[in-house]
Structures are given as C-alpha cells and as structure tokens.
C-alpha cells in the first residue's frame, strides 16, 4: 500500500441499504477526513478525526457516520442510503502535527443510490 | 460561513501562455493556502502550499498570497495541454489538523 486507499471504487446500491466506504492511509497521519463532491458544489466535508479514537462533524454530516480504530483506517457508513447521497466520496488526510496542513487525498469512490 | 471564491471559468489560454487563476476568502483568521489540481475522474492533486504573503515558485507553477486582501493566485507559467484541469484552491484557518474549506474550482483548458 502506498498512500491512500479506497474502496469500493464504484458501487450501487439500492436505496436502504446500509453501506461502508472504506479508507486505509499508510502514512501514519494523525487526522483523516471524508469529502463528497458533487457537480456545481465542490468538496465538501462529511466528517473529519484529528487523531486516532475521536471523530467530528464537517459541513454535511446527516445520514453518515464514521469510527477511528486506529490510525490507518477510517470508514464511512451509509446508515440507510438515500438517492441524495449519489455521490464521489473521497477520504484524505494529512500529518496534522508540523503546523500545515497538507491534505492529500484517496483515488474514491462513485456511489450511486438508486 | 467562511467562504472561498474562485472564478468558476472555464479558461481557456493558448500552449505557451501564462494561465492566470485566482481566489478569494472570507476568513481573516486563514494561514494556510493550498492549490489542488483535479483532472476529469480523478482525486484531487495537491500542487501548491503557500503559508506567507508574497510570491512561491515552484517550476511552473507560482502561487501568490496577499492577506491583506484576503486574495491568493496561482500562475503557470508555459501552459501545456497537460494543464488542462479543474483547480481548487483550499484554505485553512489555523495550523495543525484543521478544516479545509474548498473553492467549487475553476476549470482550464490549455489550447494546442
């Protein structure tokens, strides 16, 4: 693993469902985020974790939730899928420690709510 | 709300011309400012970090922040149709693990 990964890289999904999107960083940063970008909306952010075992709220919480184990990973679930949450979804992170903030990001995912 | 502005384009220059792209912010309080170039279908790239007033050069790239009028540019210098891409521009208010708050972008296209 190099950087960061996401999966699933596309899904489907039916209205409903539950879902997890499901990030893993292999750079040892303290804080990771999940965006969503939508066309005409830009990035914006769903939930973010500074460090290992605490979580907060971005822009655009509703309908998401996220958990922090550990530092490499930090997946977003879809409780319950809406139409509204199609979506590209990406995760990022960044060192958080040296002051900057430098975020970079996964490759995503593109989730479809039907 | 802080808010970050961009112009939303698109831009077109000629192969070899100066692409000039630029962005407002709301924040006084900001102190990091970041370029992102996102290419149709991918992740956002970060090119280019600027923390302090004036000019930052890398390669082609010369990113310019002026706080006073909350302003930040980015200018490339020889643009190729590899270029061509969507470019955010990102700002944090403070240091450390902060929020970033992203311009919707402004989309280049770079003519042969």
């Known amino acids: ?114 | 709300q802080k808010e970050v502005e961009q112009n939303s384009g698109p831009l077109s220059v000629p192969e070899g011309a100066i692409a000039s792209l630029n962005c407002t912010y709301s924040d006084r309080g900001s102190q990091s400012f970041f370029w992102y170039r996102q290419y149709s279908g991918k992740s956002p790239e970060l090119i280019m970090s600027i923390y302090s007033n004036g000019d930052k050069e890398d390669g082609r790239f010369t990113a310019q922040l002026n706080k006073a009028s909350q302003y930040v540019s980015l200018l490339i210098r020889d643009s190729q149709p590899s270029d061509s891409a969507t470019y955010l521009c990102a700002v944090a208010t403070q240091g450390g693990s902060e929020k970033l708050v992203f311009g919707k972008g402004t989309k280049l296209t770079v003519n042969p």
């Open chain 1, 1 to 114: 693993i190099a950087g960061i990964t996401q999966a699933p890289t596309s899904q489907i999904l039916a209205a409903g469902r539950r879902m997890t999107l499901r990030c893993t960083q292999d750079m040892r940063h303290n804080a990771m985020y999940w965006y969503r970008q939508d066309l005409g909306l830009g990035l914006r952010l769903i939930h973010y974790s500074n460090t290992a075992g605490t979580t907060g709220k971005g822009e655009v919480p509703d309908g998401y939730s996220v958990s922090r184990a550990n530092t490499d990973d930090f997946p977003l679930t879809l409780a319950s899928a809406v139409p509204s949450q199609t979506s590209v979804y990406f995760c990022a992170s960044s060192d958080g420690g040296t002051g900057f903030n430098e975020q970079f990001f996964g490759p995503g995912t593109r989730l479809t709510v039907l």
